[in-house]
C-alpha cells in the first residue's frame, strides 16, 4: 500500500514530463521553444495562482467553486475603477476578492451549511453582479495598462506568492492546522485547531489570489467582460487534479498540485493548437485526461463526503 | 526523508533534461510549407461557423495555403490565448471575430510584437479611440464586415411589412458591434413604424437560450406578433422557432433574423420566418483573401482596409431554393475565381477590384456568374 503511494506521488511529475516529451515531439521542437515557453508561462500564471489559493480551501476537504465569477467581478471592478485612475485598479481586485473571501468562510464557518452549495450560491450570485457591472457587455481598460502584462512583473510575482504559499501551506501552524481539519474536524478542534479562524482564512486566501488573478485578466486581455472567467472553477479543478490533488481534498493535498496541475493544463492546450489537433477534438482529448487523472489519484480508501 | 529529497532532486534533473534535450532532439528543421492562415471562431458547431470553416477550407485548398481553427467561445481571454496560440503555432497571419472592441488593442500588440498580421471578420470597430489605436498599427491589416445598421432596419421593416405591432428583440453580446448595430437598425424601423418594442434579451448565443427566451416573452405578452432574433450564428433562430412552434403561433407570431438556420427552405415555406438576413459567411473569406495577398508577399494596400459588403435577404420560399443550390450546394466562388483573387495567379489584381467583388456579392451575383 505504502509503494502503491509512493508511485502516486510521482505520477503527477511523470505526467507533466511526458507531456513535454509527447507534444515535443509532435511539434518537431516548437513546444519547447523560448518564446513558446513564455507563452504558456503567460497562460499558466493566473490558472496557478488561484489553484495555489484553492489548495488552501481543499486541504480543510472543501471546495470554492466561486472562483470563475469572482474572477470576473473583480476583473470588472478593476476596470471600473482604472477608468478613474489606474492605480486604483489592483486593490479594487484585491479589495473584492477579500470581501468574496470573507463572506464565503464566514458561511461556511457560522452557518455549517457545505462548502459547495454556499459558493455555487456565491458563483450565482456574483456572475450576476458581474454582468451588471460589466452592462452585460464590456469594459475596456486604458491602453497603458496594456504595458503591465509583462514578464518583468509576473515572473517575480509567481515566485513570490509560491514561495510564501508553500512556506505557509508546508511549514507553520496555520498549514498544519488547515490540513488537520482536512483529515478531522472533530478531532483538530479537539487539539486545539481554531476550526472556524482557519477556515475564513483559508477562503480569505483563496479570495484574495482570486481577486489577484482578476486584475491580471484585466490586463492580459485589455477589457473585462461579463462572460470572463466562465467555467474557470472546472479549469482549477481539472488543473488540481491533473497535478494530484484527490477531488474530496483533505489532509493529503499537496501543494505542488497546484503548479504542477497549472502547467501540465496550460501546456495540454498550447500543445493541441500546435500540433494543430482540431479544435472539435481538443475538448475531448482533455477530456479523456481528465479523467484518467481523477481515475489515478482518487483515494478509493479516504472517501469522505466534500464539507 | 533522505529518499524524498534524493527523488525530488533526481525528478527536477530528469524534468530540466526534457526540457531542454527534447528541444535539442525535437528542433524542427527549416523548410518549405505552405502558408498557414490561423483563424479564431467563436464556435465550430452550428450553421454559420460550420459554414465559414468549410469555405475557408476550401479556398485555402484552392490556393495551396491552409487553415488552422481554434474555438474561443466569444470570451476575452480565450480569444486572446487563441491569437497567441496560433501565431505560436507558426501562423503566418491571423483573423478573427472580435466579441467586443475592447479586446482589439490586445491582439493589436500581441500582432505587433509577433509581426504577425491581423484582420478581423464580421466586425466594425465602432469605438474610435479603439480604431485609431488599431489603425496606427503596422501589423493591423483591416476589417470586413455587413452594414449591420441596414440589416436590422431592412428586417424591422419586413416586420412592418407584415402587419406587426408589438415586438421583442433576441440578441447576443452585449458591447459585440455587429449585435448592437443590427439592434440600432431594428429600433430605427420600429420607430418608423410604430412598432412598440415590448421587450429585449441579451446574451442569447444558443438555441436552447434563445427557445426559453421565446416562451418567457411569449408568456409575458399574449400581444407579441413579431420576434427579431439579432443573430448568434443560427442557433438562436432554431431554438426560436421551436418555441413559438410549441405554443402553436406559427403565421400569428413573426420571426425575422440573422444568420440563417439549418432549414431555411421549410422555415419559409411552413412560414414560421418572415425574413432572414445570412450568406455572409463569405465575409471572413474576403478577410482571408487580404492576409493571403499580404502574406504572399503582395499587399492589396498599405493602410488599414475596411471592406463592406451585404448578406444575402430571404423571404421566399424559391429565394431560399436558389440559395441552396447556388450558394450552399456549390461554393458561391469557383476555383478560377479564387484564384483570379490573388495577385499571385492574377498580377493585375487590385483592392479596388476586391472591394467590388465583396459589394457585388448577392443570390443574384453567384447566379449570374455561375449559369
Known sequence: MRKMRGIK????????????ILFSALTQGSLITFRNLKLIFNQAVVLIIACIGVTFVMSQG???????????????????????????????????????????????????????????????????????????????????????????????????????????FNYTKIGKSMRAIGSGEVSARYSGVPVERMKILAYLVSGVLCGLCGWLNVVRTGAADSKTGLLFEL??????????????GGSSAKFHSAIIGGLMLAILSNGMVLVGIKAELQQAVKGVIFLLAVYLSFERESVVLIK | MKTKKVLSIVLSLVFAFVLFGAHMLFAEKEEERPYLIGVSIWADSGPLS??????????????????????????????VSNIENLIARGCDAVMICNCTDAVVPKFVKLADESKVPLALYFRKINDPEIKAYAESSPYFIGNVHEDEVAVGYSLGKALAAKGCKNAVIINYNKGDTTAENRYVGYKKAFAETGINLLGEQWDILDAEKAANTAERFIAAFPEIDAIAVGGGGGGPLSGTIRAVKNHN????????ASD???????????????????????????????????????????????ITMQPIYLTSVSDAQDYTKWCMDEPPYNEEEIKNMTVKHNKGFTLSDLRRIAAAFSLEDVMERHK
Open chain 2, 50 to 79: 460550420k459554414k465559414v470553416i468549410s469555405n475557408l477550407r476550401y479556398a485555402a485548398d484552392v490556393l495551396g495555403a491552409e487553415v488552422e481553427v481554434a474555438v474561443d467561445g466569444f470570451k476575452p481571454d480565450n480569444q
Open chain 1, 9 to 20: 506521488k510521482i505520477i503527477p511529475y511523470l505526467g507533466l514530463i511526458m507531456i513535454i
Open chain 2, 260 to 306: 440563417f438556420g439549418p432549414d431555411i427552405e421549410n422555415s419559409l415555406k411552413n412560414q414560421e420566418v418572415a425574413a432572414m438576413s445570412g450568406g455572409h459567411w463569405t465575409d471572413p473569406f474576403f478577410t482571408f483573401i487580404l492576409l493571403y495577398n499580404y502574406v504572399d508577399g503582395h499587399p492589396l494596400s498599405d493602410k488599414v482596409e475596411t
Open chain 1, 62 to 168: 472543501s471546495l470554492d467553486l466561486s472562483q470563475g465569477s469572482l474572477l470576473g467581478i473583480s476583473g470588472a471592478m478593476a476596470a471600473t475603477f482604472a477608468a478613474l485612475n489606474t492605480t486604483l485598479s489592483l486593490p479594487m481586485a484585491l479589495l473584492t476578492g477579500i470581501a468574496v473571501g470573507l463572506i464565503n468562510g464566514s458561511l461556511l464557518a457560522f452557518f455549517k451549511i457545505p462548502s459547495f452549495i454556499i459558493t455555487l450560491c456565491v458563483l450565482f450570485i456574483l456572475r450576476g453582479l458581474t454582468v451588471i457591472a460589466t452592462h452585460s457587455g464590456s469594459i475596456p481598460i486604458p491602453f497603458e495598462m496594456l504595458e503591465l502584462d509583462s514578464y518583468q512583473i509576473k515572473v517575480p510575482l509567481l515566485v513570490t506568492i509560491i514561495v510564501i504559499a508553500c512556506y505557509f
Open chain 1, 235 to 248: 479549469d482549477i479543478l481539472t488543473a488540481l487534479v491533473l497535478g494530484g490533488m484527490p477531488l474530496t
Open chain 2, 249 to 256: 403561433k406559427v403565421g400569428q407570431i413573426h420571426i425575422t
